[in-house]
């Protein structure tokens, strides 16, 4: 069995060292090419909750490098990379070749788009890691993957062999509900990125203010309407199920009082991290927005579901990123007005 991961640097890095530990023929795409001779010399280093060490494996600079024909291919670079990575390995994938995304947003359907309905499989990554600098990866924390097929007719037998070499890295989960998994992650991801992004706040800062708790509801709630109108069941993730903080429009005081709690419950042990759109706002980088809160703007947009406060804030990231607006707490202000 042939596996290429395609960027390795905070998701990519810790699962391409397990494979290659484990005797996995995996090769590396890293679009750092001055990584390339120490990937394959010395190797990616790996620390953290993991026993530091250095782990060498083969790699290349692009995927136009690539040799083989893969049967598995892992996409663990930025969301805004995915489309023109699936469209770059195309030739390099077998009619039984399957290829599983790792983004933190919602990017299933698009490179379905690409390569077909059959061969991806959706993952939601439920553990933390920080790139350090290029090709030294700091994993913060375990967790568990979720995997499974977008589509009733995909390679079964491809699902099976992508959880055994997950779980060289963390334990997996497999589902026939992919889509409820992702838009529950994509029910935290997008209020947490959305907030922080706007407001240069950290998600202790977010937990802690009345008001930003309760964007962080709405903006969740949005997207539960658009889950009940496809039909598709969000789910319980560790003890958290998104449905205890959605609005209901008809919320008692003591509702209220538990949903607020439930957030601050949630990001207490994250209260000094910055969100990653807010790191790629801050470092001028394009952001993830378009496949976060974007995406539940879109969707909204093809259903006839209104979505003001994912509008609102995909609108601000925009103008953040075009140089219009700076990132400051009274950007809130504009999701607060009427």
């Not at 083969?58 to 083989?68: G, W």
Request: charged share 20%.
């Amino acid at each position: 069995m042939r596996v290429v991961v395609i960027g390795v640097g905070a998701i990519g890095g810790p699962i391409a060292v397990h494979l290659a530990e484990n005797e996995v023929d995996v090769t590396v795409v890293t679009k750092y090419p001055e990584l390339v001779d120490l990937i394959q010399r010395k190797g990616l280093k790996l620390l953290g909750v993991e026993t530091e060490r250095y782990v060498s494996m083969k790699a290349v600079s692009s995927v136009d490098q690539l040799k083989d024909q893969y049967d598995i291919v892992f996409l663990a670079m930025k969301a805004t990379d995915v489309i023109n990575a699936t469209k770059a390995v195309l030739p390099f994938l077998t009619n039984d070749s399957v290829v599983v995304t790792l983004q933190n947003g919602v990017v299933e359907d698009d490179v379905a788009e690409v390569i077909g309905k059959n061969r991806v499989i959706g993952a939601v990554v439920a553990w933390t890691s920080t790139m350090v600098q290029p090709g030294v990866i700091e994993r913060t924390s375990d967790g568990f993957f979720i995997i499974g097929l977008i589509d009733s007719m995909g390679n079964q037998k491809r699902l099976k062999e992508v959880a055994q070499l997950l779980e060289f890295c963390q334990p997996v989960r497999i589902t026939n509900n992919i889509f409820g998994a992702l838009y529950t992650k994509l029910a935290i991801n997008a209020a947490n990125n959305g907030l922080g992004a706007i407001s240069g706040l950290t998600l202790g800062e977010i937990a802690n203010n009345s008001q930003t708790r309760h964007l962080f509801m709405s903006i969740g709630t949005e997207l539960s309407f658009i889950a009940n109108k496809l039909g598709i069941q969000l789910i319980k993730m560790g003890k958290f199920h998104p449905q205890d903080i959605f609005l209901t429009g008809s919320d008692s005081p003591v509702a209220m009082e538990k949903k607020h709690q439930i957030i601050k419950d949630i990001f207490s042990p994250y209260k000094d991290v910055k969100v990653s759109t807010l790191q790629s706002l801050e470092r001028g980088q394009r952001s993830e927005i378009e496949y976060l809160n974007g995406y539940i703007v879109r969707k909204g947009k093809e259903l006839g579901i209104s979505t003001p406060i994912n509008s609102e804030i995909t609108r601000i990231v925009k103008e953040i990123e075009a140089g219009k607006r700076k990132i400051s707490p009274d950007n809130l202000l504009d999701l607060l007005l009427p």
